[in-house]
C-alpha cells in the first residue's frame, strides 16, 4: 500500500531537519571561537571570582594573620534574655515574648525559681530543646 502525501511530506521534513542539525554540528566544531579563556574562573586574592588570571594582575601582599580559618566566631551576646509572660497555665507551663526579638518562647514551672504569673516581667536563659527553644533559670525582675 502506499504512502499517503502528509506521510511522505512528514518524512521529508525529518530528513531536512537531520540534515541541518549535522550542518550546524559541523559548522560549530569548525568555527568553535570559544576559547580555554572564556571557559576558566579563577579567584583573586579576596577569594572572589574573577576572569582575569593571576599573571595579568596587581601584585596585592596578603598578611597571612588576616586568613581566618573554618567558621566565623560566634558573638556570644548577652546570654540573659528578657521578657514578659504573656501565657501561663495551670498545668505548669508557659510563653515568655522576648523584649527584643518579640519571639515567643516556652517555659516550665520547673524552670522558674519563684511562683510565676502572666503579665510578670522576667529574666531567662535561652536553651534549644527537641521541639525548638525553651526557657530556663528564670527570675522575676522587679
Do not use: W
Not at 518524512?11 to 559541523?26: D, M, T
Not at 572572589?48 to 601584585?59: A, D, F, H, I, V
Not at 601582599?61 to 495551670?90: C, M, W, Y
Request: a positive charge; aromatic letters at 8%; proline letters at 4%.
Amino acid at each position: 500500500m502506499a504512502d499517503s502525501f502528509s506521510k511522505k511530506e512528514n518524512f521529508k521534513k525529518k530528513i531536512q531537519k537531520q540534515k541541518e542539525k549535522a550542518l550546524r554540528r559541523e559548522d560549530r566544531k569548525t568555527n568553535n571561537n570559544k576559547g580555554a579563556e572564556d571557559v576558566f574562573m579563577y579567584v583573586d586574592e579576596f577569594g572572589r571570582l574573577t576572569s582575569t588570571p593571576p599573571e595579568q594582575r596587581e601584585k596585592v601582599e596578603v598578611n597571612i594573620e588576616d586568613i581566618q580559618l573554618g567558621a566565623a566566631p560566634i558573638i556570644e551576646e548577652d546570654i540573659r534574655k528578657s521578657g514578659i509572660i504573656t501565657f501561663h497555665s495551670e498545668k505548669g507551663y508557659g510563653f515568655i515574648t522576648e523584649d527584643n526579638t518579640k519571639e515567643n518562647i516556652f517555659f516550665h514551672n520547673n524552670s522558674c525559681a519563684h511562683p510565676v504569673k502572666k503579665g510578670n516581667k522576667v529574666s531567662f536563659e535561652k536553651e534549644k530543646s527537641p521541639k525548638g527553644f525553651s526557657a530556663v533559670d528564670i527570675q522575676i525582675i522587679k
